[in-house]
């Protein structure tokens, strides 16, 4: 099982990035997928998730109307669009996989978003 994910990088306020994530080993189309990062300091917070199909969306009050996941399950891609990016949105940002009645997760690295000027 792998969960692969990229696209981060510096950016300045305002500014926009995509997040990816590539999954492989498991059946991508049957698991929900999120969306966490974690800021030096503090601990690991919900940013986004979606269902395994798509249709349904959640999102942490904080990035609501900036932030959109979506999700490619031909591709085994979950994505995260990133708009209007802040200072405080700089962390490391890692994809997870779950099902239900599964009792683990799979997580992937981290990526490095970093927002500054």
């Known amino acids: 099982v792998q969960l692969v994910e990229s696209g981060g990088g510096l950016v300045q306020p305002g500014g926009s990035l995509r997040l990816s994530c590539a999954a492989s080993?498991?059946?991508?189309?049957?698991?929900?997928m999120s969306w966490y990062r974690q800021a030096p300091g503090k601990e690991r917070e919900l940013v986004a998730a979606i269902s395994s199909a798509g249709g349904i969306t959640n999102y942490a009050d904080s990035v609501k109307g900036r932030f959109t996941i979506s999700r490619d399950n031909a591709k085994n891609t979950v994505y995260l669009q990133m708009n209007s990016l802040k200072p405080e949105d700089t962390a490391v940002y890692y994809c997870k996989a779950s099902r239900i009645y599964q009792t683990y997760d799979y997580w992937g690295q981290g990526t490095q978003v970093t927002v500054s000027s």
């Open positions: 080993g498991f059946t991508f189309s049957r698991y929900s």
